[in-house]
């Protein structure tokens, strides 16, 4: 499966929550303030700036493959940040940075064994990978809507073979990953971020920016809007609690392990 190309303004607006965990996970990390760090999936490169207010005397660099996103993320000055457009799964780099970063990004990638063999390479002596994505249990409602409708008689053929977009692993499965990736530690956690959307506005935006961009570029242009208003109406049906906010799983995935 390819890389897909996202709205960075609109995701910027849809991404609150992302933001909140990214947060939360920068949090725990202890900086020395001299570190080269790699943020993978950087996105509209917001939190990787604030990873550049950690290291005034080290280096972030943020790779993202949609150029969209990028457009946005290059719009932030630092002088200790680059970012550049790479695909996670082609990056090829050899003892090259202390942390390798990513919030809300791996489970847009398919192979975890390749993911994890090219980051144990691109860490330096005793360097450390900081992730948190997408896990089991994740986006529940969303996940029943749209297998539903990808089946139906006016849809299904337009995604005959096709592979679904994420990997979102139990602590189980990805303890088999790792443990086989050549890390002398690691710590593994599974995080409940259930989350009630404000308003249908505010689900509505997350639904747009990024979750149904795999399956709206599979529908011929003139379904798309139609194909998109009964995702959203069965989202609401569905999510919609009495005082109007709307109600989604998030399970996270949060792993932290030394070269």
């Keep these: 499966m390819g890389t897909f190309e996202f709205d960075g303004e609109k995701y ?28 993978l999936g950087c996105g509209d490169g917001i939190l990787t700036e604030r990873l550049a207010r950690f290291v005034p005397h080290g280096t972030v660099l943020g790779i993202d493959a949609s150029v969209h996103m990028l457009k946005i993320a290059e719009t932030i000055h630092k002088n200790n940040l680059k970012f550049a457009c790479l695909d996670i799964n082609k990056m090829n780099y050899t003892d090259e940075f202390d942390l390798v970063f990513s919030n809300a990004a791996l489970h847009w990638v398919k192979d975890h064994k390749k993911l994890l063999k090219n980051a144990y390479r691109a860490l330096k002596a005793n360097g450390k990978i900081w992730w948190d994505f997408g896990g089991s249990g994740n986006c529940a409602n969303f996940f029943d809507v749209i297998k539903m409708k990808i089946s139906e008689d006016n849809y299904v053929k337009y995604f005959t073979d096709y592979e679904w977009p994420w990997f979102m692993p139990s602590k189980e499965q990805y303890t088999e990953l790792i443990a086989e990736a050549g890390f002398a530690s690691w710590t593994i956690r599974e995080l409940n971020r259930d989350r009630y959307f404000s308003d249908t506005s505010e689900m509505i935006r997350w639904i747009d920016q990024p979750s149904l961009v795999p399956f709206i ?35 996270r995935i949060r792993i932290c392990a030394g070269k």
Excluded: Y
């Excluded at 910027?12 to 001299?34: V, Y």
């Excluded at 599979?218 to 998109?228: A, D, V, W």
């Design 12 to 39: 910027r607006s849809a991404s609150k929550h992302q933001k909140e965990w990214g947060s939360d996970l920068i949090a725990e990390i202890s900086f020395e303030g001299n570190e080269a760090v790699l943020d």
């Design 217 to 251: 570029q599979q529908i011929p242009q003139e379904l798309k809007e139609t194909f998109r208003r009964e995702v959203i109406e069965e989202m609401v049906k569905r999510t919609q609690q009495p005082d109007g906010t709307c109600f989604e799983t998030f399970r």
